[in-house]
């Protein structure tokens, strides 16, 4: 495997390996890799010839009072495992490679409507970050394809939008959420959690499949449903940001007359902010 932590280099290398005929898949990450970040390399390789992970804690994504500083960096580990999987290249940049020496006079991409609320609302900022960063390594890299995880799935309609509006020519690829055998989302926010409060997490995921049930049973009083989840899983001492049944396309809350539905929950268990989703359409 390849390790490069500047662009040129990596642009020397992927132009040849494009020359050579080959399909580039690039699957963008934080690190800390864990099972679900090695669906996505797996899904690259499967969707591509030539497969280069990024590994990049970005900044301008994280809030002032937020984890920055504190996120899990296991580099040693993660090239381990990208190697063992298989991928080609990990690219490995480092704060200045990507933004220069003046982090505040970046030229910012955002994203309106859709990082308006949700995580939008609880991070300001964030969004603009996430899609800055993609966008600049979309253009440093120049895939066919790009992998992301469904886990975040406001972030994935939100880069969807940005490869239509920005005329990216680049296919997206959508990779369902890996779980523990409980059930709780695969996050590598999770490492801060203790044993027990790893047990709890789980709640998250059994609210929204409970959700979930009673919309297909025909219970439509969404205002309702969404309180209750709120109620037993701020009885249950998590934090609740939001629990949200939206429509899955556009994240607009859900109306009566919709088929499509993403129901979003994110809460805050010990030192945790975690996300969850489900998704699901009524049979017509
Ligand atoms: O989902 C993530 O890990 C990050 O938001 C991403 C897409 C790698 C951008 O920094």
Same mark, same amino acid.
């Given at each position: 495997?390849?390790?490069?932590?500047?662009?040129?280099?990596?642009?020397?290398?992927?132009?040849?390996?494009?020359?050579?005929?080959?399909?580039?898949?690039?699957?963008?990450?934080?690190? +800390?890799?864990?099972?679900?970040?090695?669906?996505?390399?797996?899904?690259?390789?499967? +969707?591509?010839?030539?497969?280069?992970?990024?590994?990049?804690?970005?900044?301008?994504?994280?809030?002032?009072?937020?984890?920055?500083?504190?996120?899990?960096r296991?580099?040693?580990?993660?090239?381990?495992?990208?190697?063992?999987?298989?991928?080609?290249?990990?690219?490995?940049?480092?704060?200045?490679?990507?933004?220069? &020496?003046?982090?505040?006079?970046?030229?910012?991409?955002?994203?309106?409507?859709?990082s308006e +609320?949700?995580?939008?609302?609880?991070?300001?900022?964030?969004?603009?970050?996430?899609?800055?960063?993609?966008?600049?390594?979309?253009?440093?890299?120049?895939?066919? *394809?790009?992998?992301?995880?469904?886990?975040?799935?406001?972030?994935?309609?939100?880069?969807q939008?940005?490869?239509?509006?920005?005329?990216?020519?680049i296919?997206?690829?959508?990779?369902?959420?890996?779980?523990?055998?409980?059930?709780?989302?695969?996050?590598?926010?999770?490492?801060?959690?203790?044993?027990?409060?790893?047990?709890?997490?789980?709640?998250?995921?059994?609210?929204?499949?409970?959700?979930?049930?009673?919309?297909?049973?025909?219970? &439509?009083?969404?205002?309702?449903?969404?309180?209750?989840?709120?109620?037993?899983?701020? &009885? *249950?001492?998590?934090?609740?940001?939001?629990?949200?049944?939206?429509?899955?396309?556009?994240?607009?809350?859900?109306?009566?007359?919709?088929?499509?539905?993403?129901?979003?929950?994110?809460?805050?268990v010990?030192?945790?902010?975690?996300?969850? +989703?489900?998704?699901?359409?009524?049979?017509?």
């Open positions: 495997m390849h390790t490069i932590s500047d662009i040129k280099s990596l642009r020397n290398l992927l132009n040849a390996t494009r020359q050579a005929g080959n399909s580039v898949g690039l699957v963008p990450t934080m690190g +800390n890799l864990h099972d679900g970040h090695l669906e996505l390399v797996k899904t690259a390789r499967a +969707n591509s010839d030539f497969v280069v992970c990024s590994i990049f804690v970005n900044p301008l994504q994280f809030g002032p009072n937020e984890d920055l500083e504190a996120y899990p296991t580099l040693g580990e993660d090239i381990a495992k990208l190697a063992a999987i298989g991928c080609d290249c990990l690219f490995m940049p480092t704060v200045a490679e990507i933004y220069g &020496d003046n982090l505040q006079a970046q030229t910012i991409v955002t994203v309106p409507e859709l +609320n949700y995580c939008g609302k609880s991070r300001p900022g964030h969004f603009a970050g996430v899609a800055t960063v993609v966008s600049k390594l979309f253009n440093i890299v120049q895939p066919n *394809s790009a992998v992301f995880g469904l886990k975040d799935y406001q972030q994935y309609l939100i880069i939008k940005m490869v239509t509006d920005l005329k990216f020519d296919q997206l690829i959508g990779v369902e959420i890996q779980r523990e055998a409980h059930g709780l989302a695969l996050s590598s926010r999770n490492r801060y959690l203790s044993d027990e409060q790893l047990q709890k997490a789980a709640l998250i995921y059994q609210c929204l499949l409970d959700i979930k049930k009673r919309i297909l049973k025909g219970d &439509d009083n969404f205002s309702n449903l969404e309180a209750m989840a709120v109620e037993r899983l701020t &009885d *249950s001492g998590f934090a609740v940001d939001y629990f949200a049944i939206c429509n899955s396309a556009n994240l607009q809350r859900a109306a009566k007359q919709d088929c499509d539905f993403v129901i979003l929950a994110a809460a805050q010990g030192p945790s902010r975690l996300l969850d +989703n489900v998704r699901f359409s009524l049979a017509s």
